[in-house]
């Protein structure tokens, strides 16, 4: 349903027509129509408080994909995840890119640390036609299991157990339509569900390996 193209520091998800977007994305947030949703790969040392990152990403997409939905991240754009799910002929597709270096747990904050970049950005789109009010309920749905799949990391904060980063991003896409409900009882719930969870759980897991591994340097440096 999603083809995906990395051209570095670009990645692109094509959508298979227009469709209805709604997320809170730096750019193309709200609800839009759009075939395209991009990651932009940023260094953290770029992203200084007084760096206008919104104004720069804006112009960015502007050269690069008028019209599409826009994310960025620090972590290194060529490790996405993604999966797939089909329950009872609707099929759910999620695309993900993954870090927890600022990872917090719900309710609290840590102290901002310049070291600390890290996101998830996850997109999820569907096959059939949502009304609007179903479609907040499908982002919903992503969202949880993005929560779900982060806190069975196990990750422990100085805060409690990480329940996701500071600067997470979802973006859910369908076609408008009739479905009226897309909750956890639904058909669309479960394949949204499904497939947003398997995709962070996957990028959760390499990211682990990759901080697991980084640590392991460090200690014989």
């Known amino acids: 349903m999603i083809t995906v193209t990395l051209d570095r520091p670009w990645l692109a998800a094509q959508l298979p027509r227009p469709m209805r977007a709604i997320s809170w994305a730096p750019v193309g947030g ?10 932009r790969e940023v260094r ?6 007084e760096f206008d990152a ?4 804006a112009g ?13 991240t620090s972590r290194d754009i060529g490790r996405w995840s993604e999966a797939r799910a089909e329950v009872e002929g609707i099929r759910a597709h999620a695309v993900a890119t993954l870090g927890l270096s600022n ?6 904050r840590l102290p901002w640390h310049p070291a600390d970049y890290g996101t998830i950005n996850l997109l999820v789109a569907l096959d059939c036609g949502l009304t609007e009010p179903a479609q ?13 799949a982060v ?7 100085a805060t409690g157990l990480a329940t996701g980063t500071g600067t997470d991003c979802v973006v859910l896409a369908c076609d408008p339509g009739p479905v009226p409900h897309a909750g956890l009882h639904t058909a669309v719930g479960e394949a949204v569900g499904a497939a947003a969870r398997a995709a962070i759980a996957a ?7 990759w901080a697991e591994e980084k640590r392991r340097r460090k200690g014989q440096g």
């Open 44 to 49: 953290n040392a770029d992203l200084t408080p």
């Open 136 to 148: 907040l309920e499908a982002i919903s749905i992503a969202v949880q299991a993005r929560t779900v």
């Open 54 to 57: 919104q104004g720069w990403f």
């Open 60 to 72: 960015q997409m502007a050269q690069r994909a008028p019209g599409a939905v826009g994310m960025m």
């Open 30 to 39: 709200g609800t839009t129509t759009t075939d395209r949703v991009l990651w």
């Open 151 to 157: 806190m069975g990391a196990g990750l422990q904060l």
């Open 103 to 108: 990872a917090e747990a719900v309710g609290s």
């Open 203 to 209: 990028g959760v897991a390499d990211w682990l390996a």
